[in-house]
């Protein structure tokens, strides 16, 4: 079994920061991209920003410059620096990870989230 488990969401005032944080446990043989998605209300979950194991990232473009996702692959964890929030980063955000469990056995699993409110 594989669990990922984020923390660090919380409330914050528009342009302040918030590091989010997500550590994947479990029989993990080995885990390919990792990534941070968000879902507002009313809304579709959406990609906020991925990265490879070798470190390759990828952005919304509603984050660039803003966020930056990073990796710790000795600890399984892959975390995102928010800086300048705004309300409209308002969300649940949900860790998830690409992670062979074998040579011959892949899935996606996904974090249970982490709310995160930006006042304005």
């Known amino acids: 079994q594989v669990q ?3 923390s660090g969401g919380g409330l914050v005032q528009a342009g302040g920061s918030l590091r989010l944080s997500c550590a994947a446990s479990g029989s993990i043989f ?5 990534g941070w998605y968000r ?5 579709q979950r959406e990609l906020v920003a991925t990265i490879t194991s070798g470190g390759s990232t990828n952005y919304a473009d509603s984050v ?3 966020f930056t996702i990073s990796r710790d692959n000795a600890r399984n964890t892959v975390y995102m620096e928010m800086n300048s929030l705004k309300p409209e980063d308002t969300a649940v955000y949900y860790c ?6 074998s040579s011959i056995t892949l899935h996606d699993y ?3 989230g982490t ?3 930006v006042s304005s």
Do not use: F
């Open 4 to 6: 990922l488990v984020e």
């Open 30 to 34: 080995r885990i390919h991209v990792m």
């Open 39 to 43: 879902q507002a209300p009313g809304k």
């Open 64 to 66: 660039k410059g803003r």
């Open 96 to 101: 998830s990870a690409v992670i062979a469990t």
């Open 110 to 112: 996904w974090g249970q």
């Open 115 to 117: 709310q995160v409110t």
